[in-house]
């Protein structure tokens, strides 16, 4: 949460000691702690309030389910059905227009002779 090594631990305790004094260290420290022990009672109290609990919990779902459906729909075969299918179709379509400009010049011929 707050991203503290132990050197800079090590060096809060020590400026604390040295401010408090060895005496009234122990009282202040169980004071910070049941200040943040209430803080983080507010906290989770407000977010209970929010349903911000369940908001991301149903975020989590959804995206769980999204980059489930995105796996599972590989298309490429779909695509690779289509392309060959318009290959046949464009392939049918140059034979006709093949066999559409040879009958003419057949025809010239047939009527020369």
Request: no cysteine; hydrophobic share 45%; net charge negative.
């Amino acid at each position: 949460m707050f991203n503290i090594g132990g050197m800079e631990l090590l060096l809060i305790l020590l400026v604390a000691f040295l401010v408090v004094g060895p005496k009234d260290l122990p009282r202040v420290a169980r004071w910070i702690a049941r200040v943040i022990k209430k803080a983080r009672a507010y906290i989770d109290q407000f977010k209970d309030e929010l349903g911000l609990d369940e908001l991301e919990a149903d975020v989590k779902e959804v995206t769980a389910e999204v980059e489930s459906a995105v796996s599972q729909a590989d298309i490429s075969e779909e695509m690779k059905r289509a392309q060959d299918e318009m290959r046949a179709i464009a392939e049918g379509v140059d034979a006709q227009v093949r066999q559409a400009t040879k009958q003419p010049s057949e025809m010239k011929d047939a009527k020369k002779e």
